[in-house]
């Protein structure tokens, strides 16, 4: 089975600060993902990268940056955390076969509150 | 613009019953992949079954089948036999390729509550 991990389960953070959230997966995907999600709202994407050191942006990429320094691990960076970067942030990963069936595997998500 | 429309913000449903939620999409890609997922209150997003467009036939996964109908953009889950383990979030999403790989578009989602 796909085991996709972030860090956190839960997170409180101050405005202003650094905030880092790491995702690993297992399975030696190319593609990962960052969505956060909010009532109402669904899961929007903020970043994805398709192989290491690759990266796009997404639908809502402003306030955030990310890193895949290795195939395994996609970090999610708020530079300057916000009230309003309160939200569920989940992480996905999908394998690149050429097959476009391969659905994306999810980790438990990070509920992050930005006090 | 929304590409993918899910109209039901909650449904009900009795257990042992069989539900359908609806899910529309917007796409003049002739080659395109509708995924739906479900998100129990725990959090996790669990990936239940996936319809391409050039497929014949409508996709079927244990409880779970696609009522895909191409003319209308339409990709309803049905659930028969409910359970109460399928009171959940569920989300219609719809694969888009870009140049560097494969994003998934999600609908806002509906909350199934199975009853006894």
């Known amino acids: 089975d796909v085991k996709v991990t972030q860090s956190s389960r839960y997170l409180v953070k101050r405005t202003g600060e650094k905030v880092f959230l790491e995702c690993v997966q297992d399975m030696d995907h190319e593609n990962m993902f960052w969505y956060r999600q909010d009532p109402g709202l669904g899961l929007r994407l903020i970043y994805f990268s398709y192989d290491v050191k690759m990266k796009e942006k997404g639908d809502i990429p402003e306030g955030y940056s990310v890193s895949r320094e290795k195939k395994e691990r996609f970090s999610l960076i708020l530079e300057s955390a916000s009230t309003n970067q309160t939200s569920m942030y989940l992480c996905?990963?999908?394998?690149?076969?050429?097959?476009?069936?391969?659905?994306?595997?999810f980790g438990d998500g990070t509920r992050l509150s930005i006090l | 613009a929304q590409k993918i429309t899910q109209t039901q913000p909650g449904m009900f449903v009795q257990e042992k019953e069989a539900v359908t939620l609806d899910c529309t999409y917007d796409?003049?890609?002739?080659?395109?992949?509708l995924f739906w997922y479900k998100q129990p209150s725990s959090g996790e997003m669990i990936f239940l079954i996936y319809q391409g467009s050039y497929d014949q036939q409508n996709a079927t996964e244990g409880r779970y089948s696609l009522n895909f109908q191409k003319a209308r953009k339409s990709a309803n889950l049905v659930i028969s036999a409910s359970q109460l383990g399928d009171s959940a979030m569920y989300f219609c999403?719809?694969?888009?390729?870009?140049?560097?790989?494969?994003?998934?578009?999600f609908g806002k989602g509906t909350s199934l509550l199975v009853t006894p």
């Open positions: 999403a719809m694969r888009e390729v870009t140049n560097s790989g494969y994003a998934l578009n």
């Open positions: 796409t003049s890609d002739p080659s395109y992949g």
């Open positions: 996905a990963s999908r394998l690149s076969d050429g097959y476009s069936n391969q659905p994306q595997h």
